[in-house]
């Protein structure tokens, strides 16, 4: 485990349980890669890291297992699991899905305060890539569609995606550093606010099917570059 683990794991609010704490931190770690696909968690271990009893970490390794970011071998291990490109299809299927949907409704309907919202979250993402910070681009990233989400009245769905999203969203952060790609998030984003401020439902549902169409046009490249992380 990094050693870096014991500075977020000293974090916890005791006024709040401790499991869904863990469970997030773990999370947090394990699509940020900080945890890589084949990492051993030992539930000893952390459990002296948080200092906590061995049953939040359980609940929050169970949880983890739930959305398929770790392997948990009974008496045995639990290991972060490698990404499923099949898993990761899916989800991006699902998700293009429903984008498509929130971008309608938005543009077809535009709201000048939510155009002005989410010009002010891409200004943050540019300001966080400048400075190389990819899990503050990130949590903007997610921030950014989420707001479009809950506009659209499926905050709901927005949170039910992000659940799903555990191998998508690492291979992701392992396209995330090539030279350009956060570069063409930002585009993308922009690009996207610009049709739903003109009111084109259309063009809006273009710009996202460009969008969301950038990381698992590199699979094969990514794959071939990780081998020891992914599955097919």
Known sequence: MPIHAKARASGLD???????????????????????????????????????????????????????????????????????????RQVHFLRKCIELE?????????????????????????????????SAFVAADLAFHHMMYEAAGAADLSDHVRQLSGHIDRLRRLHLPDAGKAQAVVRDHKRIVDAIAKGDPELAQQRVREHLSGTLAKVDEISARYPQYVTQ
């Open 14 to 88: 005791r006024s709040r349980h401790a499991a869904p704490q863990v469970f997030e931190q773990l999370r947090a770690m394990i699509l940020s890669l900080e945890m890589a696909p084949g990492t051993v968690l030992s539930r000893a271990e952390l459990a002296g890291l948080f200092g906590l009893s061995q049953t939040p970490i359980r609940d929050a390794l169970i949880k983890l297992g739930e959305e398929g970011l770790v392997d948990i071998f009974a008496q045995h291990a639990t290991v972060v699991s490698r990404i499923d490109l099949a898993s990761a």
């Open 102 to 134: 929130v971008v309608r409704t938005l543009a077809a309907d535009p709201a000048a305060e939510l155009v002005a919202r989410l010009r002010a979250q891409i200004d943050l993402q540019v300001a966080v890539m400048s400075a190389d910070d990819y």
